[in-house]
């Protein structure tokens, strides 16, 4: 048997060793999926991290939405009534958030026409002009009667001129009192339920402050409300 030389042993043994190696195409490879495999998972990290904000976004943009429609099925609630007199036009703003029981009393009786026709029985001058169903209740004429001498005295203004309420409101009692204040009266609180004030037609009001009046401050000549209108808008 032939004896084999150390040398061809050891190139044997190079030739063995060779396949196991790891050649270069492979290492890139592998290096470039490893790139592709973290920016996949960064991509993905962002996501899932970002998500919330936007989420959060478009549940506002829905809410606000969805309240906008819930906005726009709501009736609308009139905010000005117009009051035909004799003597021209009163635009009135109506106060539907302070005194939204007795808001709501006068339009049903507006819509009912409960004011058509209905005279103003009281003008006190620098005063108060009264209209409405209380001539033979005596409490409201109490007040206003000697309203005159009251007006006289110098007080701080706790309310302006123009101003329009009616009696505090009594269950038992069915009709409707309506002044419009012709100048500031200090204790209006004690007396009135304000509800809405004049806008336009101030000069209108004063017309009708100025017509003749008996010893009783009622008119000598009839002077009230052709009708009320209600408006959303002007």
Known sequence: ??????????????????????????????????????????????????RPKSQEGMDLANFARSDLITQTKKPSVPKYAIIETGKGEITMELYNDASSDVVEKFMELCKKGHFKGMLFHHVIKNYVIQGGDSQGDTAPQDWILNGKSRAKVTTSPKHEAFMIGTTKLNPNRKGFDLFITTAPIPDLNEKLLIFGRVIKGEDVVQEIEEVDTDEHYKPKSPVGIVDISLKQDL
């Not at 032939?2 to 592998?30: D, E, F, N």
């Open 1 to 50: 048997m032939a004896r084999i030389k150390p040398q061809q042993l050891l190139m044997q043994s190079k030739k063995k060793k060779g396949p196991s190696r790891t050649s270069v195409p492979a290492i890139l490879i592998g290096a470039l999926f490893a790139f592709f495999l973290v920016l996949s998972l960064m991509g993905t990290y962002r996501h899932w991290h970002n």
